[in-house]
């Protein structure tokens, strides 16, 4: 078993140099877009790059997660990080005041926000965690869910939660992800919460607003649980189950 420690020492070991090198020039973008208004406050940085070094994981998992279910898609190093969704679709976002957003808080964004929206083109837009309009957004959802939407307004037209016009939600890819995430089997990742065991999965769903908030969530969950167990235990996935979580 590992420490917290020992882990974080794991995790930046097996992202390549490049990466971790672009993760940097992210960081710069980003906290010279915050100076000009057009991104959020940045965080501190060993903090998010820690962060984004849980996010780049996590698509690497999730790649092949949907492998081992015989679904594959190139999850890794897109997956939360290099999405893309028509600029319209952010926009239409933006805009929404459905009863659904609103009981969401999704309709809470920042200026800054509704500026850097207001001046996307017609192309297709970054909604993941490598735009850096985005990126420190990504970082405080999760530690402020009562505070603005930013970049979960853009980000939720991803395929894996709620799509948009041209792009129709990939259910299982769904599943997978909100099993990860709200279980959570990531340790201080996108909620900033302790890693979870999965022998809490099944009490976890019946709790829980993503997971519980479909029959077929909830069943899909319970399904494809034994899979994703044998594809981190296996070496395929981040080994989660080395991490000793009683010395954090």
């Not at 200026?111 to 017609?122: F, I, K, N």
């Amino acid at each position: 078993m590992l420490s917290c420690a020992d882990f974080d020492r794991l995790l930046l070991a097996t992202v390549p140099d490049a990466t971790l090198a672009s993760f940097e020039r992210l960081f710069d973008e980003a906290e010279a877009l915050a100076r000009r208004g057009l991104a959020g406050d940045p965080p501190p940085r060993k903090a998010w790059r820690a962060h984004l070094i849980r996010a780049w994981h996590h698509a690497q998992d999730m790649d092949a997660f949907m492998a081992a279910l015989g679904s594959p898609k190139e999850l890794a190093g897109v997956h939360d990080l290099a999405e893309v969704a028509p600029s319209t679709a952010v926009r239409h976002n933006l805009a929404r005041r459905d009863a659904f957003w609103v009981e969401a808080g999704l309709h809470r964004v920042s200026p800054w926000y509704a500026r850097w929206v207001s001046g996307l083109g017609d192309d297709d837009v970054c909604i993941g965690y490598l735009n850096p309009h985005l990126a420190a957004s990504f970082y405080w959802r999760g530690l402020r869910p009562e505070g603005p939407a930013d970049a979960s307004s853009a980000h939720l037209a991803s395929d894996h939660h709620l799509g948009h016009g041209a792009s129709r939600i990939d259910p299982l890819e769904f599943v997978v992800n909100a099993v990860v995430h709200q279980l959570p089997r990531e340790h201080f990742g996108v909620h900033h919460r302790p890693l979870t065991s999965w022998s809490s999965l099944r009490s976890t769903v019946g709790r829980d607003p993503v997971l519980s908030s479909a029959d077929w969530v909830l069943r899909g969950a319970l399904a494809v649980a034994p899979v994703l167990i044998g594809v981190e235990r296996s070496g395929h996935a981040t080994p989660w189950h080395r991490l000793d979580v009683s010395r954090w």
